[in-house]
């Protein structure tokens, strides 16, 4: 049976492949999509290592305070992407304890037990799921095809409205820079 700094390092190794994947793929996308990516703004990242009956990881900008008691944290970087992985387990917060994921994760109550309330990710290793870095490998692709998304989605407008490229550039600028309406108005010429 694997002790707790067995665990924590088979868990790190994962988290360091999920970000190594979401970095490699990010580098395929044109330089301003990898900008406006959540995990490549520049910013450093928390990420939870949360075990209830399931583990979770969740990446939050928000500070989760100081180390206190047995709490556990690794720091690591990859390509200008850096974190802080910290550990949680019912004795160090004893709240997770009471939730029950018999019927599946608890997303929710899991952000709530840590009082978090915004993530820039959330996934889940379900029991027996393993944590391998070919998985991995598939979470941090998956993650930055998802963020990259909104960024795809007007290059294949853009790609689909010629002769009006500029107006797609126009609106794609307008839906990052949170203007509904302008968007609105532009998407009617």
Not at 9 to 34: C, I, K, N
Not at 98 to 123: C, I, N, Q, R, W
Not at 124 to 137: E, I, K, N
């Amino acid at each position: 049976m694997a002790g707790p700094e067995d665990m924590r390092r088979a868990v790190a190794g994962y988290v360091q492949e999920v970000h190594r994947s979401y970095v490699d793929q990010a580098l395929t996308f044109p330089p301003a999509v990898r900008g406006r990516m959540p995990l490549l703004d520049g910013g450093r990242i928390t990420v939870a290592a949360v075990a209830a009956r399931n583990l979770h990881l969740l990446a939050t900008r928000e500070s989760l305070g100081p180390l206190q008691g047995q709490e556990v944290s690794i720091e690591a970087a990859y390509e200008g992407l850096a974190w802080e992985l910290r550990f949680f387990d019912s004795v160090v917060t004893p709240s997770l304890a009471l939730l029950d994921e018999s019927a599946g994760p608890a997303f929710e109550e899991v952000k709530h037990a840590l009082g978090v309330t915004t993530v820039v990710y959330h996934v889940v290793a379900t029991v027996g799921a393993g944590l391998s870095g070919h998985q991995a490998g598939h979470v941090g692709t998956g993650l930055a095809n998802g963020h990259s998304s909104v960024a795809r989605d007007f290059e294949t407008i853009r790609s689909r409205a010629r002769g009006r490229e500029a107006l797609v550039d126009e609106l794609a600028g307008a839906a990052n820079a949170g203007l509904p309406r302008a968007q609105a108005l532009l998407a009617k010429l």
